[in-house]
């Protein structure tokens, strides 16, 4: 069964930092691009960052660039986002999505973990 399950989110101070991390379980981590995707209330979700299944290259959403960091472990099935500097616009619940590298419909999500930047 495949399952993806984020950690790590919780209540954070302006200018704070906080590490995501997305446990992948039921399938080859190393055979899929990995992603985060956040959604705050009333936007439509967006990409936050995504890393290529062997680590080579990431790419970020424009608000994101410099202040996050997308990394992987696929001998440990684990993808992180450090985040710092985070911002009250920051505050969404965050999703790891996993999309196979070559068969696109083998697309999965996570329950996403909540992240709210606030004083």
């Known amino acids: 069964q495949v399952q993806l399950v984020e950690s790590g989110g919780g209540l954070v101070q302006p200018g704070g930092s906080l590490r995501l991390s997305c446990a992948a379980s039921?399938?080859?981590?190393?055979?899929?691009?990995m992603s985060w995707y956040r959604q705050a209330p009333g936007k439509e979700r967006e990409l936050v960052a995504r890393?290529?299944?062997?680590?080579?290259?990431?790419n970020y959403g424009d608000s994101m660039m410099g202040r996050f960091t997308i990394s992987r472990d696929n001998a440990q099935n684990m993808v992180y986002l450090q985040m710092n500097s985070l911002k009250p616009e920051d505050t969404a619940n965050y999703y790891c999505?996993?999309?196979?590298?070559?068969?696109?419909?083998?697309?999965?999500w996570g329950e996403g973990t909540l992240v709210t930047v606030s004083s």
């Open positions: 039921g399938f080859t981590l190393s055979w899929y691009h």
């Open positions: 890393i290529t299944n062997t680590g080579g290259s990431t």
């Open positions: 999505n996993a999309v196979h590298t070559v068969i696109r419909d083998m697309n999965y």
